[in-house]
């Protein structure tokens, strides 16, 4: 019975509630950009830098630059939209 009260209700006005989780989603994306502004590299997945097959040297990561970090996409917006 509570599935179909639900479906019912979410059916009715799903519009505003979406719209108010959609924004909740932002607003955290937004907090959690503004605390944790860096995500690991996509290249060497954040160790900074490529191990040989021997496993004795390595080379650092051209992407990064050997500190294994990227920023963000929101904080990199968030740092083009305050630079002025
Ligand atoms: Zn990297």
Redesign the pocket.
């Known amino acids: 019975m509570t599935p179909l009260i639900a479906a019912t209700a979410t059916s009715t006005d799903a519009t505003p509630a979406l719209l108010a989780i959609g924004l909740l989603i932002a607003a955290g994306y937004v907090v959690a950009c503004w605390i944790w502004p860096f995500r690991a590299?996509t290249?060497?997945h954040g160790t900074?830098k490529f191990r040989s097959p021997s496993g004795r040297t390595w080379r650092y990561?051209n992407?990064?630059s050997g500190k294994?970090a990227q920023l963000r996409h929101g904080r990199r917006l968030w740092n083009a939209l305050n630079k002025h």
Do not use: N
Request: proline share 0%; net charge positive.
């Open positions: 590299c290249r060497c900074g990561c992407r990064c294994g």
